[in-house]
């Protein structure tokens, strides 16, 4: 069976003039970035028509196991196969960071007949908007930095310095550091840390911007450090905003490639939706829907987090409202929340798939509060069996409402999710969606938390020290009290234990730390034992990535 790469490498890339052209972009509102692909001119988004026409199917999936799920596999698949059924549509994806390319996927531009390409340009640097805004951030810190070296007329206390610098790979030793060691001209001696670069609040307002002066402002509103007295020191303070605009200009503007079937595919912002918000950006999704009639987007990992970030943060602030969304499960991941093992998921075994229908069961339920109707992509492997797969599709109806659809998007590319398309586009037709967030903006921060901890995760409590609570309160006070809360936690269960598989209830949500995100609009709470620098697996992805003797890229999934 040849490999993700291998197909890639097999396709036949079209000139990006051409994908454009589906679409209705001018090759003069291109900058390009060789044949394949471009970035679009902003110029031309902002002369587009104002209102979105176009319907908005949000692509989410059940916890994710080592099994695989192939969340964006399908989100490729099911653009694919609309447009092979005779509809307009394009696809919206998040940019793969460096961080899991060489830890643990070594990929991520979907699989097999449902990927875009090129694809190692994509997973490797891509058009260079995460090291701009890495670049950006890190600006930003230094200047910090330099301020309170030359005379600290801001008055920063070095205690209270709170923005963080970033890298765009998993280095758990930089989680925590001390700084500015050695001679006095290297700067104050303080602890600091960093994170990886999709978890940046810089990468936060990269994605949720409508603009190049959207973004702007919203960087100055960025707090980066304290006074001793408490008082907030904004990047407007240190003058930050209008390099850190010239830094993130270019990037600012879409990424335009294509798919194996040669659809018109935008791949902008970051991905992790355990400890970030995990949504692709707002430009390229708006552009989308004004040059298409169906826009397909995904959110990481599962709806408890993806999912719920998409509605309560990206959709509250952008007035964006999903018409359809679609959950993929596989057999093989259902079997393993159902107790079986990795290694014994080639065997049939129904009952360890209905124990296992739990999680998707709940994802269903969860997504519904939303407003939004539901259909289950069941992402075919070729294990699954007649018997497996009936089960599913009965209980998916029978037991939660919704339809579960075969998809083979992964060996057949669009002619494989063309069911899946079909009823995408009969329940866009059939049910009308009635969005809505899961909590008002004026409830109470710890309340918020509480709320998604409660109605999406089945906790029973959240936990929270004095001081975390004064925090919130004291937040809420200076005027972020409307602010919706974006939860860092493990993306493998409901719960903050990453090892309880299925639908845990019962268990107790526990706050470790908080972090404002002003200039992004959110609040970070985190959660149990998540980083928001990751570090490798004890065998890391990039030791089977290499150049061969021809120069190609091998070893990238």
């Known amino acids: 069976m040849p490999t993700d790469i291998e197909i890639a490498r097999a396709a036949e890339l079209k000139p ?66 609309l447009n092979h059924i005779g509809e307009k549509a394009v696809m919206c994806l998040r940019e793969p960071s460096l ?49 309170l070296y030359w005379g600290n007329p801001l008055n920063i206390d ?33 602890e600091a840390g960093f994170d990886i670069t999709v978890a940046s609040e810089i990468m936060a307002i990269f994605c949720l911007a409508n603009d190049l002066k959207d973004l702007e402002e919203r960087i100055g509103r960025i707090v980066v450090a304290y006074t001793p007295d408490r008082k907030p020191i904004t990047a407007r303070d240190v003058d930050a905003q209008g390099s850190l605009g010239v830094l993130l200009r270019d990037a600012l ?15 902008h912002g970051g991905p992790f939706a355990n400890i970030a918000h995990g949504c ?6 708006t552009t989308g829907m004004k040059l298409a009639d169906w826009t397909v987007t995904e959110a990481g990992f599962g709806a408890d987090l993806g999912a719920e970030k998409f509605m309560d943060i990206k959709c509250r602030s952008s007035g964006l409202s999903p ?64 018997a497996e797969i009936e089960a599913l599709q009965s209980a998916v109806r029978n037991e939660f409402g919704v339809e579960a659809v075969v998809c083979r998007h992964w060996a057949d590319g669009a002619r494989g999710a063309e069911d899946l398309a079909r009823a995408v586009v009969k329940i866009a037709g059939e049910e009308k969606a009635d969005f809505r967030c899961l909590y008002p903006e004026d409830m109470p921060l710890l309340q918020k938390v509480e709320t998604i901890a409660k109605e999406i995760y089945r906790a029973d409590k959240v936990t929270a020290s004095a001081a975390i609570k004064k925090q919130l309160k004291d937040w809420e006070e200076a005027g972020y009290a409307k602010f919706p809360v974006c939860i860092a936690k493990t993306q493998n269960s409901f719960s903050a234990d990453p090892t309880a598989f299925g639908a845990p209830t019962g268990h107790t949500l526990p706050i470790r730390e908080v972090r404002l995100s002003a200039g992004a609009g959110f609040v970070v709470v985190v959660c149990g034992e998540i980083m928001t620098m990751p570090g490798l697996p004890k065998v890391p992805a990039s030791a089977n990535i290499r150049l061969l003797e021809d120069g190609t890229i091998d070893g990238i999934a």
């Open 280 to 285: 692709n950006s707002v430009i390229a999704t």
């Open 323 to 386: 018409d359809v969304v679609v959950i993929v499960a596989t057999v093989r991941a259902l079997k393993m929340h159902g107790g079986m093992a990795k290694s014994d998921l080639k065997t049939e075994n129904v009952e360890a798939l209905k124990a296992g229908l739990a999680n998707l069961g709940r994802h269903i339920e969860n997504v519904k509060k939303f407003g939004v109707p539901v259909v289950v992509g069941i992402n075919h492997f070729v294990a699954d069996t007649d």
């Open 158 to 190: 070095p205690r209270r310095i709170v923005f963080r610098r970033v890298l765009d790979m998993n280095d758990r030793t930089l989680r925590s550091i001390v700084s500015g060691c050695g001679a006095p001209t290297n700067g104050y001696t303080r």
């Open 16 to 81: 990006i003039q051409q994908i454009a052209a589906k679409i209705g972009i001018p090759e003069d509102a291109l900058h390009l970035h060789g044949k394949h692909i471009a970035k679009i001119d902003d110029r031309f988004i902002a002369g587009l028509p104002k209102k979105q026409g176009g319907k908005l199917v949000l692509v989410t999936a059940i916890s994710p196991t080592p099994a695989g799920e192939g969340k964006t596999t399908t989100t490729v698949g099911l653009g694919d196969a």
């Open 99 to 147: 961080g899991p390319v060489f830890g643990v996927k070594g990929g991520a531009a979907g699989g097999g007949r449902a990927q875009v390409i090129p694809m190692e340009q994509i997973n490797l640097h891509f058009t260079g908007d995460f090291h701009a805004i890495t670049s950006a951030n890190n600006l930003l810190a230094a200047l910090v930095d330099n301020s």
């Open 253 to 267: 503007r879409p990424n335009l490639v294509q798919s194996i079937d040669g659809s018109p595919v935008l791949i």
